[in-house]
């Protein structure tokens, strides 16, 4: 039996235990994946005839699919409450050492938890016909089938214009109700029709995810008369000008809405900074000046000070503002049933008020919701140290990762092995979510950063067939992008069955083979309930093969690649191993050729959204 209970998350506990007359103490560090698991990063003194100690270190892999079944995505503050209630109640844990690697089983163990995948369910250039939700709507039973769990919705509050994507935000409590900026809808749809996807989602067991623009107003309705000093473009602290008056576009008044909602309106002193003199017509960086006006100290040092962005730039500090967007993130949360939020250029505003506005959230709905921010940095300390002044209550994209991807692919036989170094998801795997494009870094946007079509099959499978991070699926990956860059679905249309493979077989402990640069591979065990696994192989050069050990338990078994791109059969020899291959500059996932859900292989999705 074991003595003692895991702490709270974060903190070491000493364990012990009596094995074969073998006294063992065990300081664990609580680790937690996001596919259910969790994992507990183990050192532990040995200690023998109490003449000799040994120190050495091990990881333990803990299924306790019970503590998270229900945490979407998993919530670490309440799977540490949970795990200290499982161990307090002297469930058994059962150990069995073998080289540096201790697997812990739970007694009485629950069923394991599906995997949980996030689709951004829109791209930058969709077409401006109000027919979005609709489209999406259409789309949740298939979506569902093949392994979304949450889906990560445009922002859908009235832009300045109405081909505008909600990125130039005018009014938060506009879901696409009011006649306001020449159009009712948004681009995207009626708030009717945005409530009816979230409505038929939340059927489906689909959680939505808002696309919260916080930052900034655009499209004004008045202009206002404010005092102002010019700051150098590239240093935001630098002031280059006196004091002077100008007129701007600062007074939102929300005519077409009226008090519906809210009865705030915004005038000059609600914000801290713009780019348009409108009396002038002329452009700079104007900070607007006045008692207890400047801007945010706790922003990202971009430019100096990362506060200004575009736009009218919304001042947190202000009481009046803190309160309306506070109740905003209840307001919208009730009104749509929401499960969480995607929080635009979270580097440049505010942390304090960020911090202050996910506690006030969570307390309003009475739960903990999921909250992911854009902030754009290649450095994953960077981003480590935002994360803990966050209290690590919300989770950012992984952009060191992405610019790997990006690398790897535009580089001949680059060593895929350095695919994880200095990411997001290496150092802090729980708060990391994983993509391989999104809606900036698509061609001819802000953050431009294309990742090669051979690629894009092995970056996914990265992302949704290993144990670490929370993967992002880019809707124009998935359905193809329209506009001036257009393109067809990624991967040869086969990232539907990627991910179907990360529903069904994605699971248990993980092994990597990692000998060559230019082929890899890895598999995944399975677990007690869901023991079918995988094994996949992926080269960056010619043709590869890895022989690769699954476990004994599958031995004799005949597997063959879902994707369809490698050819022929492996059979498990009876020691667990197999020899499986990938083609040329390609990838192969690797299952039991009559595990659960084969027959559903190749799904061909129906990827042409638009053609209804």
């Known amino acids: 039996m074991l003595g003692g209970i895991f702490e709270s998350q974060g903190e070491s506990s000493a364990l012990s235990l009596d094995k074969n007359g ?47 079944s229900d945490c979407d995505p998993p919530y670490k503050v309440e799977i540490a409450r949970r795990t200290t209630t499982l161990t307090a109640n002297e469930r058994t844990l059962l150990f069995e050492p073998h080289l540096n690697r201790i697997p812990v089983i739970m007694g009485n163990e629950e069923p394991t938890p599906e995997n949980y995948t996030l689709l951004q369910a829109f791209e930058w250039n969709c077409p401006p016909d109000g027919k979005h939700y609709d489209r999406l709507h259409s789309q949740i039973s298939a979506l569902k089938h093949v392994g979304v769990s949450n889906i990560w919705v445009p922002p859908g509050c009235k832009a300045a214009s109405p081909e505008g994507n909600g990125y130039d935000i005018y009014d938060l409590f506009d879901l696409g109700e009011f006649d306001q900026k020449g159009t009712t809808r948004t681009k995207w749809g009626s708030k009717d029709s945005l409530l009816a996807l979230c409505s038929a989602a939340k059927d489906a067991g689909i959680g939505v995810y808002f696309d919260a623009v916080l930052n900034h107003k655009a499209g004004a309705d008045n202009k206002e008369k404010c005092n102002v000093v010019e700051v150098d ?49 002329r452009n700079a960086i104007f900070k607007i000046v006045g008692d207890g006006k400047g801007w945010s100290k706790s922003v ?24 309306d967007v506070k109740y905003w993130g209840e307001w919208i949360v009730k009104e749509l049933g929401l499960s ?18 996910v506690d006030s959230v969570n307390e309003a709905v009475g739960k903990p919701l999921f909250y992911v921010g854009e902030f754009w940095d290649g450095d994953a300390q960077r981003l480590s ?28 036989k680059a060593d895929l092995r350095k695919v994880f170094d200095g990411t997001l998801v290496a150092k802090k795997p ?62 040869g249309d086969k990232l539907a069955d990627i991910m179907h493979a990360r529903k069904l077989y994605a699971y248990g402990e993980q092994d990597d083979y990692r000998d060559e640069a230019n082929c890899i591979g890895f598999v995944r065990r399975g677990t007690h309930d869901r023991p079918d696994g995988l094994a996949c192989v992926m080269s960056n050069a010619d043709a590869g093969e890895i022989q690769m050990h699954v476990g004994p338990m599958h031995k004799g078994e005949v597997w063959t690649d879902i994707l369809g791109w490698a050819q022929g059969e492996v059979t498990i020899d009876d020691e667990g191993n197999g020899k499986f291959q990938c083609p040329g500059v390609s990838v192969a996932i690797w299952v039991k050729k009559d595990a659960k859900g084969r027959e559903d292989f190749p799904l061909n999705f129906k990827s042409d959204i638009y053609s209804e």
């Not at 600062?250 to 519906?260: I, V």
């Open 22 to 68: 073998q006294a063992m103490v065990l300081r664990c560090y609580v680790l937690l994946g996001r596919t259910g698991e969790v994992f507990l990063s183990v050192s532990f003194v040995y200690q023998s005839n109490v003449s000799a100690i040994h120190e050495s270190f091990a990881t333990v892999e803990y299924l306790s699919p019970a503590t998270v």
């Open 233 to 281: 473009t590239n240093d935001r602290n630098k002031e280059t000008s006196d004091p002077y008056e100008i007129e701007a576009w600062l007074g939102f008044d929300f005519k077409g809405r009226g008090d519906k909602h809210s009865k705030m309106k915004y005038h000059w002193y609600h914000f801290s900074g713009t780019d348009w003199d409108a009396g002038n017509e």
């Open 300 to 323: 990202d040092d971009e430019g100096g000070n990362a506060d200004f962005l575009m736009f009218a730039d919304v001042d947190f500090s202000h009481d009046e503002v803190q309160t």
């Open 340 to 357: 969480g939020f995607r929080m635009d250029a979270i580097q440049h505003f505010s942390q304090r008020f960020t911090n202050e506005w």
């Open 385 to 412: 140290d935002w994360l803990d002044e966050a209290d690590h209550k919300m989770s950012l994209f992984d952009t060191p990762l992405l610019n790997n991807f990006a690398s790897l692919g535009s580089s001949e």
């Open 430 to 491: 729980v708060n990391a979510v994983t993509v391989v494009q999104n809606h900036d870094t698509q061609k001819g946007q802000t953050v431009e950063t294309l990742v090669d079509g051979w690629m894009k099959p092995l970056a996914y499978s990265l992302i949704l067939l290993r144990r670490e991070g929370y993967p992002c699926v880019f809707y124009g990956d998935l359905y193809g992008t329209k506009g001036d860059h257009a393109e067809a679905p990624s991967c």
